[in-house]
């Protein structure tokens, strides 16, 4: 893979993930035409291959020519917006505020948020970010039930209630990305990370609050490999281990993508799961064997005993034209062999894995994006035998938001016109809630030595098979129209209505939800939720 070496360019300047905004790059990322890193996100703003469209989006509506101070602020450009001879820096304020209506549960809803970020360069080697929120939100019930049983706003941070539906919340991202030298990016932050060319991630996904990590990113030519350590915390595993009992944990993760062709590409990672306090207050020392930076620890884990939990999986993608990319993941957990390839169910295999395809211009309609995704996880994976060591962040999963024991399907369209931006999303899911006090398998903050369906003893079943428990659908619809008003920090007016359902024989949830607001930043909020618990 390191036979062939490009000319690799100097990258620093991160712009935040949101699959809203990144998919508008889709006709340059996927075009047959170029070898662009895609599975791996937050992308570097100044990539040679997004540079020309980047610039584009964010400069839209500036026609060159002079206009009041005013109109420039709220049309065109930063609210502080300087550039040197050697360095640039802007700062915002990023206004969120809305009204709407539950109508299914009659309830008035809203959000109040305000937030500011600042950011810059210094040289061509440094650069940095910060984005900061305080918030408010009347949220409607199936959302409510979320928080409620989680504590977690939904992807953003710890909720503090203030009304039956009501929350008040906290967040921060922030960065510092330095690259020496053109082969090399360090990047220390508290943000996300994705992996994958889809709207989920089997593997890590950008739902779970932001964490503190400390990320390496080499780039030779076709090669672009990735390593990261992160510091995390478990609220879940607090509440599991008992009174005075506060625990952090560690993950390290690896992932190498290879662009093999313009049209191939294949992706390889690695995940583990370490804590320093086990369920029972017994502190442990940091293992420093996962400093090594290089791929596929799992052999030096199993020689240290295998106390820690290891997930490997692999993506891959292959253009099948300029307009229709086929990408795919496999997530890997737990593996048994002899019972692997039969059809007994064993609790022991966990694995997940998504197929789709995606693409631009769809029917020649210029900037009609499009993506059409199928993603499923068998029951227990992602869970563990200890509650510290499941694959979670802040109580909630690193990868899929539902957890495991899912089938998803969920197609997504966007299009755009001047400054009108329309969106929508159909997703329908079929998942097995636990029932009865017995374990089945979605929920991953439970232990998977528990299955339901034991068979000899506690860490063995038989069995089991996706959407086993309460079984339950979900449909879920959105449209969105906006009216982009600022283009720098994604300043807009949006319309949006949700329809969502949520059946089993235990209880039938209906949503019907309406909102207006004036939006702003990149930030992604993820209304798609299926249920943490029945309820």
């Known amino acids: ?24 790059l889709d006709v340059d990322l996927y075009s047959t035409k170029t070898r662009a890193f895609t599975s791996m996100r937050p992308f570097f703003a100044d990539d040679s291959v997004l540079k020309q469209r980047y610039d584009s989006l964010m400069n839209y509506g500036n026609d060159g020519r002079q206009h009041s101070w005013s109109h420039q602020k ?8 300087v550039k040197g001879t050697n360095s640039t820096f802007y700062a915002d304020l990023l206004p969120d505020v809305g009204i709407g209506r539950d109508i299914s549960g009659k309830l008035n809803t809203s959000v109040t948020s305000l937030g500011a970020q600042f950011g810059g360069t210094v040289g061509k080697k440094f650069f940095y970010y910060f984005a900061g929120y305080e918030n408010s939100a009347v949220l409607p019930e199936y959302i409510s039930t979320y928080i409620n049983q989680t504590g977690i706003i939904p992807g953003q941070a710890g909720a503090r209630t203030y009304s039956a539906n009501g929350y008040d919340w906290s967040n921060y991202t922030a960065l510092l ?4 030298i053109k082969y090399l990016n360090i990047t220390l932050g508290n943000d996300k990370t994705f992996i994958g060319d889809g709207y989920r991630s089997e593997l890590l996904s950008d739902f779970a609050s932001a964490y503190p990590f400390l990320k390496l990113t080499g780039t030779l030519g076709n090669v672009r490999y990735m390593a990261m350590w992160a510091y995390m915390d478990d609220p879940v595993a607090d509440i599991n281990a008992g009174d005075n009992i506060s625990r952090k944990k560690f993950a390290v993760f690896h992932y190498l993508d290879w662009n093999v ?3 191939v590409s294949l992706g390889f990672f690695d995940a583990i799961i370490s804590y320093t306090v086990d369920d029972k207050g017994n502190k442990r020392p940091f293992d420093f064997t996962y400093i090594n930076p290089v791929i596929f620890l799992r052999p030096v884990e199993a020689q240290n005993g295998s106390p ?45 894995w998504q197929i789709g395809f995606r693409g631009a211009d769809l029917f020649s309609v210029k900037g009609l994006n499009y993506l059409a995704e199928y993603n499923t996880a068998k029951p227990f994976t992602y869970s563990e035998r200890s509650y510290i060591e499941n694959y979670s962040d802040n109580g ?3 990868a899929h938001p539902w957890g495991a024991n899912f089938r ?43 299955p339901a369906r034991a068979v000899g003893n506690a860490n063995y079943s038989l069995g089991n098979y996706t959407g086993q428990g309460l079984t339950t659908n979900l449909v879920y619809l959105e449209g969105k129209v906006a009216f982009l008003l600022n283009p720098k920090y994604n300043l807009r007016i949006e319309l949006g209505a949700i329809y969502r359902t949520e059946d089993n024989s235990q209880f039938n949830d209906r949503t019907t939800w309406f909102t207006l607001g004036l939006r702003s930043s990149f930030r992604t909020f993820y209304n798609d939720l299926a249920s943490f618990l029945p309820h």
């Open 1 to 24: 893979m390191f036979s062939i070496i490009g000319v690799a360019r100097s990258q620093s300047e991160y712009q935040p993930y949101s699959y809203q905004f990144y998919q508008k």
């Open 74 to 81: 709220l049309f065109n450009e930063h609210l502080i917006d």
């Open 177 to 180: 990305s330095y690259t020496p």
């Open 261 to 263: 062709s313009n049209r």
């Open 308 to 352: 820690d939990n290891a997930l490997i999986g692999g993506t891959a993608k292959y253009k099948m034209s300029d307009h229709v990319t086929v990408y795919g993941q496999f997530a890997l957990d737990e593996f048994q062999a002899k019972d692997f390839f039969s059809s007994d169910g064993s609790s022991r295999n966990k694995y997940a």
């Open 396 to 398: 909630e999963p690193l």
């Open 408 to 450: 998803e399907w969920v197609g997504l369209l966007n299009y755009s016109y001047k400054r009108f931006d329309f969106s929508g999303e159909a997703d329908f899911g079929r998942y097995g809630f636990d029932e009865n006090g017995m374990n089945f398998g979605k929920n991953i903050f439970e232990l998977y030595t528990t």
